[in-house]
């Protein structure tokens, strides 16, 4: 089973483990590295959405495409 990094983060939290980044710099048991990297997770799945779209519409096309 493959947890993403929201997962083990809160895990980490849940287990009262303090996590730092340490490139770019963030410091996970302050609020502002929270955030900040709660910011990089949100676009790094919405480029894995707008990435995902278009590849499933190319599949569907081509798999109804008349034989």
């Not at 980044?21 to 709660?38: C, F, H, Q």
């Not at 894995?48 to 008349?66: M, N, Q, S, W, Y």
Request: proline fraction near 4%; charged fraction near 35%.
């Amino acid at each position: 089973m493959r947890a993403g990094l929201r997962a083990i983060l809160e895990d980490a939290k849940r287990r009262g483990w303090g996590v730092a980044i340490l490139d770019p710099k963030l410091d996970m048991t302050s609020a502002n590295g929270e955030l900040v990297l709660s910011l990089l997770i949100s676009v790094a799945q919405r480029e894995r959405r707008i990435i995902g779209e278009p590849t499933k519409a190319a599949l569907r096309v081509v798999r109804d495409r008349p034989r």
